[in-house]
């Protein structure tokens, strides 16, 4: 009977480790647009919670939702890097006037949360897999979480009380719901941005020049 006592703390510790619940993922596609106009979007990548890395760069962009590909199981978005001109590059005779933009931010940590509550809005609508939108209009960049519920195909009646904090909005074409899991502005240039190679090289030879 002694031997049982010492070792129950034991088996307590193994039975509470092994009922943790498993980390949050889900399954989307990735859509990069924009409810402005002609973008085009060079870099554009979102790292996870878990470090993982996904990207929504897709190019010339004119529309919302926009470019959409296949994408994957994902966590939650925890920090977005990209890089993007408004127009369509060289096809734009005004390039050289074009403006462009970068940013380097943290999202938010309620991410995870805001996905969690649109993942559970619906009282009719069951749907197992979302999207995760990339969304440029000129300097401002917005990350958008839906699970697409079109109400001219669907009941998207919402539960009760599913949305305490006022999280779910409505998508820019006023046609679903989507949780804002970002909404900021990047640095701004009338000129391209140096790559990190260039920045290099240009460093190299400030630092060899003679004073």
Not at 25 to 32: A, I, L
Request: glycine share 10%; hydrophobic share 30%.
């Amino acid at each position: 009977m002694i031997k049982w006592k010492a070792f129950l703390p034991l088996l307590l510790s193994l039975a509470i480790f092994g009922c943790e619940p498993e980390p949050y993922t889900t399954e989307v596609g990735f859509t990069n647009g924009s409810s402005t106009g002609r973008h085009s979007v060079y870099k554009m990548t979102i790292t996870t919670v878990s470090g993982g890395k996904a990207n929504f760069a897709m190019g010339g962009v004119s529309g919302y939702p926009g470019a959409h590909s296949s994408g994957g199981r994902i966590d939650a978005p925890a920090y977005i890097e990209g890089e993007w001109e408004e127009g369509w590059g060289f096809a734009d005779d005004d390039i050289s006037s074009t403006p462009h933009h970068r940013i380097s931010a943290p999202i938010p940590d309620n991410a995870e949360a805001k996905m969690k509550t649109m993942d559970n809005y619906y009282q009719n609508f069951d749907r197992d897999y979302g999207s995760i939108q990339v969304i440029v209009d000129g300097q401002r960049v917005r990350v958008f979480y839906t699970k697409n519920c079109l109400n001219k195909l669907a009941d998207c009646a919402p539960k009760k009380g599913a949305d305490p904090n006022g999280w779910v909005k409505k998508s820019p074409r006023n046609l679903t719901d989507v949780v804002v899991l970002f909404d900021g502005k990047g640095e701004s240039s009338p000129t391209p941005f140096p790559s990190a190679d260039n920045a290099t090289s240009e460093h190299r030879q400030k630092a060899n020049s003679p004073e």
